[in-house]
């Protein structure tokens, strides 16, 4: 279902939760705008390096070292140019996104190929990994940084209500991505080591893919610009995927009631969410700006993104667990390896996903990381979410609506059509077997529980008004 990590929080944890869930996952969105901005900008000035200009200023008594303005303003131009492309409905084609995509992994492939076959050191790999091996606090920061990677399958689940079968295309999807990302981000840490000293590498953390590209011998001369081009495209459509996301996870939260109904509201004319563009888009300029008073804007901003998706995905992991108890019901056509079997009072054989607990372990530890070690987002981090709590309280008030309860919703008839819609007809047949079985075993233990101990229920046909009618009228309308 749509929503993301979002709406699986609120299934499993409640409107509350819910929407802590979907505010810090706004966060990462509006960072992504920022941020792969930023790094389109990064690529763009492979072929103009000069627009790269580091400078000093000072500014209300406070004193900047180091500043790139021009790569923020361009990174600017091209935030409000994606905002308005959204407004107007202008969205580009998916094909050309998979024809991108596949020059994408078809480009990498080759760049380690050609990387590792000519210009491979494994005695320099040995040598900085040796030497220059980063300390223990280093080593926790870089390692909470990689949670940025989770955008990807973030993306995934937002769209699996308009994807036809997802419940085999999405877990493949999902399975595929991260394994991919584990493959191509371990040869090329360890294939830029054994090329270029570490402080290169560094250096351009504006253009790294096509700064190690460039750098292999014969073929760096025309596989440098052609990386540089592809990947300013590629971080463009990904920083529009943010501009999207944000308006789609808004929308959803302002349905359920979690946000203000002014956010739903559409363009007449160009029928798109144009408040929700506008106003988190806007606050993507903000972090963009903000960053952009320090000297590598690049990490601020992956600082602030690194503690809203681990708050948001420690919460979905709350939710996976709790879900596989109070929801049995739901058809599950891929559940992770190593369940232990549970026998509810209903009868009914709860899963408990050791993956599942040792995921929840694995995403708080890198939530003590990324307040341990991230000086900023362990201040913004937690500013945004109480400032969305404060928002969501008024809002609640507002409408009168409770604040820490959650309001009824009809899970099961909206779960019964999205399956449908989603060509999932044999999951609608199972869900709704496994609901009449619910409601018959919940029926059983309500009578079972009003009679003495001892006796002895018989199994005999429930008759109603209608039917007592329909007798009567046969019987000649006697009692």
């Given at each position: 279902m749509?929503?993301?990590?979002?709406f699986?929080?609120l299934r499993?944890?409640?409107?509350?939760?819910g929407?802590v869930?979907?505010w810090?996952v706004?966060?990462?969105?509006t960072?992504?705008i920022?941020?792969f901005a930023?790094?389109?900008?990064g690529?763009i000035n492979?072929?103009?390096?000069v627009?790269?200009t580091?400078?000093?200023?000072?500014?209300?008594?406070?004193?900047?070292?180091?500043?790139?303005p021009?790569?923020?303003?361009?990174a600017?131009f091209?935030v409000?140019?994606?905002?308005?492309?959204?407004?107007?409905?202008v969205?580009?084609?998916?094909?050309?996104n998979?024809?991108?995509g596949a020059?994408?992994?078809?480009s990498?492939?080759?760049i380690?190929?050609?990387?590792?076959?000519?210009?491979?050191?494994p005695t320099?790999?040995?040598?900085?990994?040796?030497?220059s091996?980063?300390?223990p606090?280093h080593?926790?920061?870089?390692?909470?940084?990689?949670?940025?990677?989770?955008?990807?399958l973030e993306s995934?689940?937002?769209?699996?209500?308009?994807t036809?079968r997802?419940?085999?295309?999405v877990?493949?999807?999902?399975i595929?991505?991260?394994?991919?990302?584990?493959?191509?981000?371990l040869?090329?840490s360890?294939?830029?080591l054994?090329?270029?000293?570490?402080?290169?590498?560094?250096?351009?953390?504006?253009?790294?893919?096509?700064?190690?590209?460039?750098?292999i011998?014969i073929l760096?001369l025309?596989?440098?610009?052609?990386v540089a081009l592809?990947?300013?495209t590629l971080?463009?459509?990904?920083?529009?995927?943010?501009?999207?996301g944000a308006?789609r996870?808004?929308y959803?939260m302002?349905r359920?009631d979690?946000?203000?109904?002014?956010?739903a509201?559409?363009?007449?004319?160009?029928r798109?969410?144009i408040?929700t563009l506008t106003?988190?888009?806007?606050?993507?300029?903000?972090?963009?700006?903000?960053a952009?008073?320090s000297?590598?804007?690049?990490?601020v901003?992956?600082?602030?993104y690194?503690?809203?998706a681990?708050t948001?995905?420690m919460?979905?992991?709350?939710?996976?667990?709790?879900?596989?108890?109070?929801?049995?019901?739901?058809?599950?056509p891929?559940?992770?390896?190593?369940?232990?079997r549970?026998?509810?009072?209903?009868g009914?054989?709860?899963l408990?996903?050791?993956?599942g607990?040792?995921?929840?372990?694995?995403?708080?530890s890198?939530?003590?990381?990324?307040?341990?070690?991230?000086s900023?987002?362990r201040?913004?981090?937690?500013?945004w979410?109480i400032?969305?709590?404060?928002?969501?309280?008024?809002y609640?008030?507002?409408?009168?609506l409770?604040?820490r309860?959650?309001?009824?919703?009809?899970?099961?008839?909206?779960?019964?059509?999205?399956y449908e819609?989603?060509?999932?007809?044999d999951?609608?047949?199972?869900f709704?077997?496994?609901?009449?079985?619910?409601?018959?075993?919940?029926?059983e233990?309500?009578?079972?529980?009003?009679l003495?101990?001892?006796?002895?229920?018989l199994d005999?046909p429930?008759h109603t008004?209608?039917?007592?009618?329909?007798?009567?009228?046969?019987?000649?309308g006697?009692?």
């Amino acid at each position: 279902m749509a929503g993301g990590g979002q709406f699986y929080v609120l299934r499993g944890l409640g409107d509350f939760w819910g929407f802590v869930a979907g505010w810090a996952v706004l966060l990462d969105f509006t960072i992504d705008i920022a941020l792969f901005a930023l790094a389109s900008a990064g690529y763009i000035n492979f072929f103009i390096p000069v627009l790269n200009t580091h400078v000093d200023f000072h500014l209300l008594g406070l004193s900047f070292s180091g500043v790139q303005p021009i790569l923020i303003l361009e990174a600017t131009f091209l935030v409000v140019m994606l905002t308005l492309l959204n407004i107007l409905g202008v969205r580009e084609s998916t094909r050309f996104n998979e024809i991108l995509g596949a020059m994408d992994i078809v480009s990498e492939s080759a760049i380690l190929f050609f990387g590792f076959l000519f210009a491979f050191n494994p005695t320099l790999l040995i040598h900085q990994m040796t030497t220059s091996w980063p300390d223990p606090f280093h080593l926790a920061y870089g390692a909470s940084l990689a949670i940025i990677s989770f955008v990807g399958l973030e993306s995934i689940s937002q769209a699996s209500q308009e994807t036809i079968r997802p419940g085999k295309v999405v877990p493949r999807t999902s399975i595929a991505l991260i394994l991919t990302v584990l493959i191509y981000a371990l040869a090329f840490s360890n294939l830029s080591l054994g090329m270029l000293p570490w402080q290169s590498i560094a250096a351009h953390n504006g253009d790294p893919i096509a700064w190690l590209a460039s750098h292999i011998p014969i073929l760096g001369l025309f596989v440098g610009p052609y990386v540089a081009l592809l990947g300013a495209t590629l971080l463009l459509i990904s920083s529009n995927s943010g501009v999207f996301g944000a308006s789609r996870i808004t929308y959803s939260m302002s349905r359920f009631d979690l946000l203000p109904r002014w956010f739903a509201k559409v363009h007449p004319k160009f029928r798109t969410p144009i408040r929700t563009l506008t106003v988190f888009s806007g606050i993507a300029l903000l972090e963009l700006w903000l960053a952009g008073l320090s000297s590598n804007a690049y990490d601020v901003l992956a600082n602030m993104y690194a503690f809203g998706a681990a708050t948001a995905y420690m919460l979905v992991f709350v939710s996976l667990l709790v879900l596989r108890f109070v929801d049995p019901w739901t058809p599950r056509p891929f559940k992770v390896p190593l369940n232990i079997r549970l026998r509810g009072k209903d009868g009914e054989t709860r899963l408990l996903p050791i993956a599942g607990v040792l995921g929840f372990l694995g995403i708080s530890s890198i939530l003590f990381l990324v307040v341990l070690t991230h000086s900023i987002g362990r201040i913004a981090g937690p500013a945004w979410i109480i400032l969305g709590i404060l928002i969501y309280s008024w809002y609640r008030r507002h409408r009168k609506l409770p604040i820490r309860k959650s309001l009824r919703r009809n899970w099961e008839k909206e779960q019964l059509l999205v399956y449908e819609d989603a060509g999932e007809h044999d999951l609608a047949d199972e869900f709704r077997e496994n609901l009449e079985r619910k409601r018959r075993l919940h029926h059983e233990t309500e009578r079972e529980s009003v009679l003495p101990i001892g006796t002895k229920v018989l199994d005999v046909p429930i008759h109603t008004n209608s039917d007592n009618e329909h007798r009567r009228k046969r019987n000649g309308g006697a009692k």
